[in-house]
């Protein structure tokens, strides 16, 4: 498999553009297979994840023209073909057709789904909110997912999701929008890529109204039509530039952001002493004069950071910012909230010398600054193998990361990007 080697010691310094928001793509394209009509996708990233979606709505029937690298126009085919189960287990993003086929088949069969490895990916609330439309949802002994519409057209209604789930929202966002009647879904998540869902299915004709809430009213339409749409930016890719910018000393600037998206990662960094400033309508700069103290309370005690569904927060960010706290000076704790195994790769970062105690699954304390020293690792999820990287170029001498299809699995071109910010990094096939 494919690796990174990387000689820290160089601050990041530059300019770099982020991509579309991966969280965004897959579901958008997904949300594909509920119309006939051509649907016609700009600022999709050239990822992994993407590829693999790809594959699986041609294996659906889905007529696919790749305009350019970032353009896709899908037209949606039978919908019955069958799903090769290693690409189902590739990417997480495939139960992201649950909604869209079960709104349109009536049945649905899928394999256990795959990703990241970072803790418990429970389905619980995506069979609670399609049960409600008027489905029945099972899982075999072999872990295939089974769903079948009780009637030939889901019914619209009262929906309370057990948990702010983002794919569960927007599996039944999609059903929703084919079934018969209004539906009311409460406790939905509302991040950036619920939002950019959401402004899709308007746009190819659903009635949806409370977007960027919790409470989304939806009214089931007979037929969608297709439409174009461009993708929103991945304020995720942003906010771990931020981090590389932050804690390798060095100034960049980031083009193609959405202000809006990055209120709360702005109090997180600035939390850890690197802060940034906007520098047009859709840029931020990373100076490279930064405090790097990592702040206390009020009271003078230890802070906190910790992550929380949005506009808390982001979980995939943790890690990020768990790098940063070893360069900076001072004291810190890390939380996380969401995810059950998702702190156990800070054991790499204290094999390259990081001051961190492990308090549990979910907390750690980091200590700073502490010097790196390069190491073989192995990237566990997307945003911890990016994490890994940041902590290879902040550390002395030659780092060998492993695994890197998890960390391209969400991060396009990521080793011409770096090299363009003046980094040491070749890409070891």
């Known amino acids: 498999m494919a690796s990174y080697q990387i000689i820290g010691g160089k601050a990041a310094s530059g300019e770099v553009k982020v991509g579309g928001n991966k969280n965004s793509a897959l579901p958008c394209l997904a949300a594909t297979l509920l119309t006939d009509e051509p649907v016609r996708l700009e600022n999709v990233p050239d990822i992994e994840d993407v590829q693999v979606m790809v594959q699986l709505l041609r294996s659906l029937g889905s007529t696919i023209v790749q305009e350019d690298t970032h353009t896709y126009t899908i037209t949606s085919g039978s919908r019955s ?16 057709l649950l909604g ?14 795959g990703g990241d490895v970072i803790g418990l990916r429970r389905l619980d609330t995506h069979f609670l909110g399609l049960g409600a439309l008027g489905s029945v949802c099972s899982i075999s002994d072999e872990g295939e997912i089974h769903i079948k519409a009780s009637q030939s057209r889901l019914k619209g209604g009262d929906i309370f999701l057990d948990e702010a789930s983002v794919t569960a929202t927007e599996n039944v966002l999609m059903a929703a929008s084919l079934a018969q009647g209004e539906s009311i879904i409460s406790n939905a998540a509302s991040e950036p890529h619920v939002q950019d869902l959401c402004n899709l299915l308007q746009c190819m004709g659903s009635s ?41 000393g060095g100034q960049v600037l980031i083009k193609g952001v959405e202000h809006e998206h990055l209120r709360m990662i702005r109090l997180g960094f600035e939390r850890i002493g690197i802060r940034f400033v906007e520098d047009g309508p859709s840029s931020i700069l990373v100076p490279r004069k930064q405090k790097r103290i990592l702040c206390k309370e009020v009271g003078g005690h230890t802070a906190k950071i910790d992550d929380a569904p949005w506009p808390g927060f982001p979980a995939d960010l943790l890690s990020i910012i768990t790098v940063c706290a070893t360069q900076m000076e001072g004291s810190i704790l890390i939380h996380e909230k969401m995810f059950e195994s998702r702190m156990y790769f800070v054991d790499w970062l204290i094999r390259m010398g990081a001051d961190i105690i492990l308090c549990d699954p979910h907390r750690a304390v980091v200590n700073g600054p502490s010097q790196l020293v390069g190491s073989q690792v192995s990237s566990p999820d ?17 780092s060998t990361i492993e695994n890197i299809y998890q960390i391209e699995r969400g991060y396009e071109n990521l080793s011409g990007k770096l090299q363009a910010l003046g980094l040491d990094i070749e890409r070891l096939a």
């Open 81 to 96: 073909g069958a799903l090769k189960r290693s690409l189902v287990e590739a990417v997480r993003g495939s139960i992201l």
């Open 100 to 113: 869209p086929l079960l709104a349109t088949n009536e049945e649905v069969r899928l394999t256990p789904p």
């Open 208 to 248: 949806i109204e409370g977007v960027g809430s919790n409470r989304l009213l939806v009214r089931g339409k007979s037929h969608l039509h297709g439409c174009s749409f461009k993708i929103g930016s991945d304020y995720m890719e942003a906010g771990s530039f931020i981090g590389l910018a932050g804690a390798s």
């Open 382 to 398: 997307v945003r911890a193998g990016m994490a890994l990287v940041i902590a290879a170029v902040c550390a002395q001498g030659q």
